[in-house]
Nanobody, 122 residues
């Protein structure tokens, strides 16, 4: 299972950190992806990290340089640090786990978090 925390309301330019606590599988053998869905829009991939490939990370162009994904395998937790937030980052954010990064790249996850709301005011 994946349990998310973090999120909330922040002004543009501010920062938030999302956490995704994993259980029931070995995090080191999985990749974790972060996705978001804004009202009226399709779900989009934000970032992912491969714990089994030495921590390879990928980012959507829209968040490169502003968001950072990291993993603490000892705590079974993956983080998404979001800086320089913009109103267009407003969405419900989800984490997902899959044993293969190729699945995460196309939005397929074996496990999904419950989602957490991020709202950025202008």
């Amino acid at each position: 299972q994946l349990v998310q925390s973090g999120g909330g309301l922040v002004q543009a330019g501010g920062s938030l950190r999302l956490s995704c606590v994993t259980s029931g599988f070995i995090l080191a053998d999985y990749g974790i992806g972060w996705f978001r869905r804004a009202p009226g829009k399709e779900r989009e991939g934000v970032s992912c990290i491969s714990n089994s490939l030495g921590g390879e990370t990928l980012y959507a162009d829209s968040v490169k340089g502003r968001f950072t994904v990291s993993s603490d395998n000892a705590k079974n937790t993956v983080y998404l640090q979001m800086d320089s937030l913009r109103p267009e980052d407003t969405a419900t954010y989800y984490c997902a786990a899959a044993p293969d990064m190729s699945r995460l790249r196309v939005g397929i996850g074996d496990y999904w978090g419950q989602g957490t709301q991020v709202t950025v005011s202008s």
